[in-house]
């Protein structure tokens, strides 16, 4: 068990450009999720995966989101045309049933400048 | 929709001392997990302890307990013998069970830990 890992650790972009975050979970947990954390506050729910289906889209992910997960097993989540206010810490957890603790990722901080 | 309310947005502690941190929460649903998780400043959210609602055992894990009152809709965290590594953001948390467990998080408390 290595743990969720997410790649990059940290990226800084320009508006507009697109950019695009990877997570790989526990290798034995199906369900993956995204969510993003603004200064101070705490994570907010962004996509949920289980294997390779995307079940569930929050509000907040507008049409520049797009997430992925073609085998199961990583994902992306990628930003086009990025604003400032997409400016966040992006975290991934992982869980596997029947407990379905959610065990998560170092994150990935972005900043647009 | 579920929320989680996360009233005391800092505490301090001295090291060695006991310090409960406090949660309440609002569904509709009756099956549900919560959680407390721990985020050290610039550092991977780590898991501190879980309550299924079902249970009516407060769980504990070393020197981390729950107070957890159902209908009251309240879940607070017991840290005893606090160390200075207790230090950093501490997040109440809510998720169904079920098929989409998605976590809701309170806003965090920042505990600080006084030597």
């Known amino acids: 068990d290595t743990g969720v890992s997410q790649d990059p650790r940290h990226k800084i972009t320009k508006r507009g450009q697109n950019v695009t975050f990877r997570c790989d979970p526990i290798?034995?947990?199906?369900?993956l999720y995204w969510y993003r954390q603004t200064l101070g506050q705490g994570p907010e729910f962004l996509t949920y995966?289980?294997?390779?289906?995307?079940?569930?889209k929050s509000r907040l992910l507008s049409d520049r989101f797009s997430a992925e997960r073609p085998k199961g097993s990583f994902s992306t989540l990628e930003i086009q045309r990025t604003e400032q206010g997409d400016s966040a810490m992006y975290l991934c957890?992982?869980?596997?049933?029947?407990?379905?603790?959610?065990?998560f990722g170092p994150g990935t901080r972005l900043l647009v400048l | 929709a579920q929320t989680v309310t996360q009233s005391q947005p800092e505490m301090s502690v001295q090291e060695a001392e006991t310090v409960t941190l406090s949660c309440t929460y609002d569904?509709?649903?009756?099956?549900?997990?919560l959680f407390w998780y721990k985020q050290p400043p610039s550092r991977q959210m780590i898991l501190v302890i879980r309550q299924e609602a079902y249970k009516q055992q407060n769980a504990t894990e070393n020197r981390f307990s729950v107070n957890f009152q159902k209908a009251a809709k309240s879940f607070s965290l017991k840290i005893s013998d606090s160390q200075l590594g207790d230090a950093a953001m501490y997040f109440c948390a809510f998720a169904l069970t079920g098929a989409n467990s998605k976590l809701t998080f309170g806003k965090g408390i920042t505990l600080s830990v006084r030597p």
């Open positions: 995966f289980q294997n390779e289906a995307q079940l569930e």
């Open positions: 290798s034995e947990h199906n369900r």
């Open positions: 569904t509709s649903e009756s099956d549900y997990y």
């Open positions: 957890a992982s869980s596997s049933p029947p407990r379905g603790t959610q065990y």
